[in-house]
């Protein structure tokens, strides 16, 4: 079949218009549209970033924690030397451990009460104490001053500083049966009813496998020494604080995920 000649242009034009649609439609499509992420994606991709830079340091433990020691001589270290008192043998067991970024704060007083205690709280607080190392009670007993008086300032104590944010470690006391069994008794009791009440960890008693042994304590037979302090230490307080440490540090960077997050979302 022959065809005019502008009859064989028209023809030309139109296969040519539809090769190019049909190639058009072969194309692959572009890597802009194939992989591009959506806004939302982006978002959550960027979010847990954050949260895994903030979650996952080289080393968690290297997380900066206060800890206030509070309390009378028997925290002060009357007797020993400075850098073997409880709080400083207590800073370089936790540095051995890892935990190289905690302060442990020596705030004893020795002759303290619990109602001195009290009177000096506004000061020690100034410290900003992640968690706080409450020993304190000895000295009242000395004095025979009613339980009742000290189980009161213990727990306003605790929840001062509670309110500040401070996680709290009780040491529980002990004393000798010269009071009458009565006395002796209710004061015992009342530490692990507090820790109770308060939610507080408990170290149940404070000299345990120190106090009465004549090789570990001072002349006074009253005082550690520094191997009695060890024993304190590494017996008695690492394996009720460590626990608390480590649940300070998960909280303390669960915050600064949080923080993250929400500094994230306000740029936004």
Same mark, same amino acid.
């Given at each position: 079949?022959?065809?005019?000649?502008?009859?064989?242009?028209?023809?030309?034009?139109?296969?040519?218009?539809?090769?190019?649609?049909?190639?058009?439609?072969?194309?692959?499509?572009?890597?802009?549209?194939?992989? @591009?992420?959506?806004?939302?994606?982006?978002?959550?991709?960027?979010?847990?970033?954050?949260?895994?830079?903030?979650?996952?340091?080289?080393? &968690?433990?290297?997380?900066?924690?206060?800890?206030?020691?509070?309390? *009378?001589?028997?925290?002060?270290?009357?007797? &020993?030397?400075? *850098?073997?008192?409880?709080?400083? @043998?207590?800073? /370089?067991?936790?540095?051995?451990?890892?935990?190289?970024?905690?302060?442990?704060?020596?705030?004893?007083?020795?002759?303290?009460?619990?109602?001195?205690?009290?009177?000096?709280?506004?000061? &020690?607080?100034?410290?900003?104490? *992640?968690?706080?190392?409450?020993?304190?009670?000895?000295?009242?007993?000395?004095?025979? %001053?009613?339980?009742? %008086?000290?189980?009161?300032? %213990?727990?306003?104590?605790?929840? /001062?500083?509670?309110?500040?944010?401070?996680? %709290?470690?009780?040491?529980?006391?002990?004393?000798?049966?010269?009071?009458?069994?009565?006395?002796?008794?209710?004061?015992?009791?009342?530490?692990?009813?507090?820790?109770?009440?308060?939610?507080?960890?408990?170290?149940?008693?404070?000299?345990?496998?120190?106090?009465?042994?004549? +090789?570990?304590? @001072?002349?006074?037979?009253?005082?550690?020494?520094?191997?009695?302090? +060890?024993?304190?230490?590494?017996?008695?307080?690492?394996? &009720?604080?460590?626990?608390?440490?480590?649940?300070?540090?998960?909280?303390?960077?669960?915050?600064?995920?949080?923080?993250?997050?929400?500094?994230?979302?306000?740029? @936004?």
């Amino acid at each position: 079949m022959r065809l005019k000649n502008g009859n064989t242009q028209l023809l030309t034009v139109t296969l040519i218009a539809a090769l190019g649609v049909a190639l058009s439609a072969c194309q692959p499509k572009s890597s802009t549209d194939n992989n @591009q992420p959506s806004a939302d994606s982006q978002s959550t991709t960027t979010k847990t970033n954050l949260q895994n830079q903030a979650a996952s340091p080289n080393d &968690v433990k290297l997380t900066p924690i206060t800890i206030l020691a509070l309390g *009378d001589s028997l925290t002060e270290g009357l007797g &020993v030397a400075s *850098d073997a008192n409880y709080p400083a @043998q207590l800073q /370089r067991a936790l540095h051995q451990k890892g935990y190289k970024n905690i302060q442990v704060i020596n705030s004893g007083l020795s002759g303290e009460t619990s109602t001195g205690m009290i009177n000096r709280l506004d000061w &020690v607080a100034q410290t900003h104490p *992640d968690i706080t190392i409450l020993t304190i009670g000895a000295n009242d007993a000395i004095r025979g %001053i009613d339980v009742a %008086i000290v189980d009161k300032n %213990i727990r306003t104590a605790i929840a /001062r500083l509670q309110n500040d944010g401070s996680v %709290i470690v009780l040491g529980g006391m002990q004393i000798y049966d010269n009071l009458g069994s009565d006395y002796v008794n209710a004061f015992s009791k009342m530490y692990p009813k507090i820790a109770n009440d308060t939610g507080s960890a408990l170290i149940p008693f404070f000299l345990e496998g120190v106090a009465a042994d004549r +090789k570990l304590n @001072q002349a006074d037979a009253i005082h550690p020494t520094a191997e009695g302090y +060890k024993i304190v230490v590494n017996s008695n307080i690492l394996p &009720v604080l460590v626990p608390v440490i480590d649940s300070t540090i998960q909280q303390k960077q669960a915050q600064k995920n949080d923080n993250l997050e929400s500094s994230y979302e306000k740029k @936004q």
